[in-house]
T-cell receptor, first 114, second 113 residues
Framework: SQKIEQNSEALNIQEGKTATLTCNYTNYSPAYLQWYRQDPGRGPVFLLLIRENEKEKRKERLKVTFDTTLKQSLFHITASQPADSATYLC?????????????FGAGTQVVVTP | NAGVTQTPKFQVLKTGQSMTLQCAQDMNHNSMYWYRQDPGMGLRLIYY???????DKGEVPNGYNVSRLNKREFSLRLESAAPSQTSVYFC????????????FGNGTRLTVT
């Protein structure tokens, strides 16, 4: 069965440093991968999408890489700020049809301290 | 522009009771989804509706039913609640194309005693 793994341990990082999160998957050949941010008591919010033919995608201080050979995506937050503290979820498409069903990882909590 | 609105925000049920979770979106999206989120397990898809008039099962549909009332509204019904259904339920919508991002509501926190 398909499996998505994210580091379950919280990532504690000092303000200004780069946070790097990992998303590994097995038994998948996803056409794309998405990253979401979730704050306590709120629903996830979409951040970035990267397709299988793209190696890297950037948005402001965020960078995502996608290695289909390693079956891994890395999510980087550069120059981290306390406001970046949240849980970050990766999600992969479950199907080749057009309905956008996503399977989510359990998420990694990031804590940025001043 | 409210996005995705879920009601209620909190609910406590006794085992065997029934209830309906409501979800509405104002983004003219084609597809709508119901997920549940449990600690350490991530979001799991319960049911989805690819377009108005269609619904289909996701990963964990047992014990639930859904209704796509119109393009805006997608409800989730628990006919006979069980403690295993204690969870946070999220409704989401998307344009429905292959890579469309999901837009989530802020969830319903359900406790079944």
């Amino acid at each position: 069965s398909q499996k998505i793994e994210q580091n379950s341990e919280a990532l504690n990082i000092q303000e200004g440093k780069t946070a790097t999160l990992t998303c590994n998957y097995t038994n998948y050949s996803p056409a794309y991968l998405q990253w979401y941010r979730q704050d306590p008591g709120r629903g996830p919010v979409f951040l970035l999408l990267i397709r299988e033919n793209e190696k890297e995608k950037r948005k402001e201080r965020l960078k995502v890489t996608f290695d289909t050979t390693l079956k891994q995506s890395l999510f980087h937050i550069t120059a981290s700020q306390p406001a970046d503290s949240a849980t970050y979820l990766c999600a992969l498409d479950m199907t080749t049809d057009s309905w956008g069903k996503l399977q989510f990882g359990a998420g990694t909590q990031v804590v940025v301290t001043p | 522009n409210a996005g995705v609105t879920q009601t209620p925000k909190f609910q406590v049920l006794k085992t065997g009771q029934s209830m309906t979770l409501q979800c509405a979106q104002d983004m003219n999206h084609n597809s709508m989804y119901w997920y549940r989120q449990d600690p350490g397990m991530g979001l799991r898809l319960i049911y989805y509706s690819a377009s108005e008039g269609t619904t289909d099962k996701g990963e964990v549909p047992n014990g639930y039913n859904v209704s796509r009332l119109n393009k805006r509204e997608f409800s989730l019904r628990l006919e006979s609640a069980a403690p295993s259904q204690t969870s946070v339920y999220f409704c989401a919508s998307s344009q429905g194309t292959g890579s469309s991002p999901l837009h989530f509501g802020n969830g319903t926190r359900l406790t079944v005693t």
